[in-house]
């Protein structure tokens, strides 16, 4: 297979952390075999130093994205409300975008699926104030994290007081480590070095992954975002990442800024607790099983840390307010909440029931309920308005066809089982089923 080389290409990987430019889009965006790796990017090289076009993790690819045509901002709003309620016939209320970054040169939002591929900054008050005056319409909450630019720190406004209750700024995010998809998870013990990770393009072995940044600089970069006030979060996948995190956390201080951490999946019992301690909301990624469990324990991380990968028990465990996502779109397809639950109960592959990954960190139908109800409401400080039926508390609500406490857990993700018939928003009802 051969491809063009006058008309750009750029080809991004599901997960969004990898990608793959031809020489025209390399040229274009002033990328060749003397430009120095960005941080916390690799441009990938083989063995006589020339790019091979793959680009690994979002400082590199932003590189090359940020000279791709502009979407119109009627087109951003058209496919926003698709998206939205895509999430809404899933059974989520509400969302979060944890992935918007914002600068110079654009902005790209894709962790709940959402097509904010990229827009000029100037354009962002316009696309924001476009879903405010339809957001009435729409039929969930949107919470949106921000990426964090150390450009921007002049910028950097105090948390506001009052905001929208159906989209509102939540906090700023930055990232520690890449995946485990792309050998770039930063871990403490080497990848398997195998026939699939080759392909992958991994780093030779013996491969570690890779931390975006020092200590000191992830803490300069998000201190200045704490120091005004707002939250952070904080991507790291690997357990040295997850350790740097909690370093740069406790250097921090101020438990009441409720600091997260996206992913976990390979957080120690130590890490967690560690988490309770600091007042850190951990948001995990165990659906990661669902679709990749034999190959992170046959071909990429080996079966003691699939074994161990997002141990939500454990979280629970020391009175984290834990929630648990899907990372769309690292999940493939639509929203699936209730595969997700499935996955936490029963830690198997989607096409595997007899293969459990660690059958001392399943955790009960109730407590998977919580990390999707609960929990995520108190990582958003609305615990005083979502996540229960209570007094008092937003109508907002989820109508399915059978009682998930009495279903069979490994048919939580069979639709002939148990499916969404409704939800309910601020006591309107969404009509999905329409």
């Known amino acids: 297979t051969t491809f063009s080389a006058e008309v750009k290409i750029l080809v991004a990987a599901q997960t969004g952390h990898s990608a793959y430019a031809n020489y025209a889009a390399l040229s274009s965006s002033q990328i060749n075999r003397d430009t120095p790796d960005p941080p916390g990017g690799t441009y990938v090289r083989d063995k006589h130093g020339n790019l091979t ?21 009627k087109k951003i709003l058209e496919a ?44 962002l008050d316009v696309v924001l104030h476009g879903i405010q005056d339809q957001i009435l319409h729409l039929p969930v909450r949107l919470a949106y994290y921000t990426i964090a630019e150390g450009s921007e720190r002049e910028k950097i406004v105090p948390l506001p007081k009052t905001g929208n209750k159906r989209i509102w700024h939540a906090g700023y995010k930055s990232f520690a480590d890449g995946i485990p998809h792309c050998g770039t998870a930063a871990t403490k013990k080497p990848y398997l070095y195998s026939e699939l990770s080759e392909k992958l393009s991994f780093p030779p072995p013996p491969n570690y992954g890779k931390l975006y940044w020092t200590c000191d600089q992830l803490l300069n970069q998000v201190k200045p975002y704490h120091d005004a006030g707002w939250q952070v979060a904080i991507h790291a996948q690997g357990d040295r990442a997850i350790d740097q995190v909690l370093q740069v956390y406790g250097a921090l201080g101020g438990k009441n800024r409720r600091h997260r951490i996206e992913h976990m999946g390979l957080a120690s019992e130590d890490q967690l607790a560690k988490c309770a301690l600091l007042n850190v909301g951990p948001s995990m990624f165990v659906s990661q099983l669902y679709y990749y469990g034999k190959t992170f324990s046959n071909d990429l991380l080996g079966k003691d840390y699939t074994d161990n990968w997002a141990p939500v028990d454990v979280a629970f465990k020391y009175g984290c307010n834990v929630s648990l996502h899907q990372d769309t779109p690292a999940f493939p397809g639509p929203p699936q909440p209730l595969a997700s639950m499935k996955t936490a109960v029963t830690r198997t592959h989607k096409d595997d029931g007899t293969t459990v990954y660690g059958p001392n960190h399943r955790i009960s139908v109730h407590q998977a309920i919580q990390a999707y109800t609960t929990g995520p409401a108190w990582q958003l400080f609305r615990e005083n308005e979502l996540g229960r039926l209570k007094v008092g508390f937003n109508a907002d609500l989820v109508i399915l066809s059978a009682n998930p406490y009495l279903v069979d857990p490994m048919k939580l993700d069979d639709p002939n089982t148990i499916r969404v018939v409704e939800t309910y928003i601020d006591g309107h009802c969404n009509r999905i089923s329409v």
């Open 53 to 73: 076009g793959q680009l690994l993790e979002e400082p590199a690819i932003i590189e090359v994205l940020r000279h791709t045509p502009l979407p119109s901002i």
């Open 80 to 123: 926003i409300e698709v998206v939205l309620k895509q999430h809404a016939r899933a059974g989520l209320t509400t969302v979060t975008e944890m992935a918007l970054s914002v600068s110079k040169t654009g902005y790209c939002g894709y962790s709940s699926g959402l097509p904010l591929q990229k827009l000029v900054s100037r354009d």
